[in-house]
């Protein structure tokens, strides 16, 4: 059956470390991946969006990478911040218009 | 400012009862979507418009119904036959179109629905 998976656990970081998140996906074959900000009671904030033949994007302190072969998509914050502290969710599109999102990893982010 | 409303932020459903969601968009765009967010869970589809005057089920549409007359305008009606409406509903939406897809999506605030 077809899949996405993020940690559940959530990830807790030191302030100014590197905070790295992690997309899987089973039997699918997304034309490209997107990562999204979700604060609590709030609705998601798209980040970034990598396709199928990018192996890595970069905007400001966010990295992402995608790797077809292995099926898995990783997020990187850099330098992080209180302030980057949210779930993060993950979303594959596969050229239509369905887009099917993961439960999302969520960050804490310790001063 | 352009952007995605959602009104109203809490509802309550008493049983038996149909209630509405709004959800009204001013960035121009062709394609809306609806989507139920419950905890622990990805955000499941359900309904979507690529454009006005149409629209298509998702992956979990009973108990649901949509209308798009407009392209501003997407509300979502969930019907007393949809059995366990608590949840947290999005709206969302994309530039679309005939030949588009669901890139980068725009989402609104969303409205917690609660049943009494």
């Known amino acids: 059956s077809q899949k996405i998976e993020q940690n559940s656990e959530a990830l807790n970081i030191q302030e100014g470390k590197t905070a790295t998140l992690t997309c899987n996906y089973t039997?699918?074959?997304?034309?490209?991946l997107q990562w999204y900000r979700q604060d609590p009671g709030r609705g998601p904030v798209f980040l970034l969006l990598?396709?199928?033949?990018?192996k890595e994007k970069r905007k400001e302190r966010l990295k992402v990478t995608f790797d077809t072969t292995l099926k898995q998509s990783l997020f990187h914050i850099t330098a992080s911040q209180p302030a980057d502290s949210a779930t993060y969710l993950c979303?594959?599109?596969?050229?239509?218009?369905?887009?099917?999102f993961g439960a999302g990893t969520r960050l804490f982010v310790k001063a | 400012d352009g952007g995605i409303t959602q009104s109203p932020k809490y509802l309550f459903r008493k049983e038996g009862q149909n209630v509405t969601l709004s959800c009204e968009q001013n960035?121009?765009?062709?394609?809306m979507y609806w989507y139920r967010q419950d905890p622990g869970q990805g955000l499941r589809l359900i309904y979507y418009?690529?454009?006005?005057?149409?629209?298509q089920k998702g992956d979990i549409a009973e108990g649901y119904s949509v209308s798009r007359e407009k392209k501003e305008s997407f509300p979502l009606t969930v019907t007393s036959a949809q059995k366990n409406p608590t949840a947290f509903y999005l709206c969302?939406?994309?530039?679309?179109?005939?030949?588009?897809?669901?890139?980068?999506?725009?989402f609104g605030p969303g409205t917690r629905l609660l049943v009494l």
């Open positions: 039997n699918y074959s997304p034309a490209y």
């Open positions: 979303a594959l599109g596969t050229g239509g218009f369905k887009t099917i």
């Open positions: 990598i396709r199928e033949n990018e």
């Open positions: 969302a939406s994309s530039i679309g179109g005939a030949s588009g897809s669901g890139e980068t999506q725009y």
């Open positions: 960035l121009n765009h062709d394609a």
């Open positions: 418009s690529q454009i006005v005057n149409d629209f």
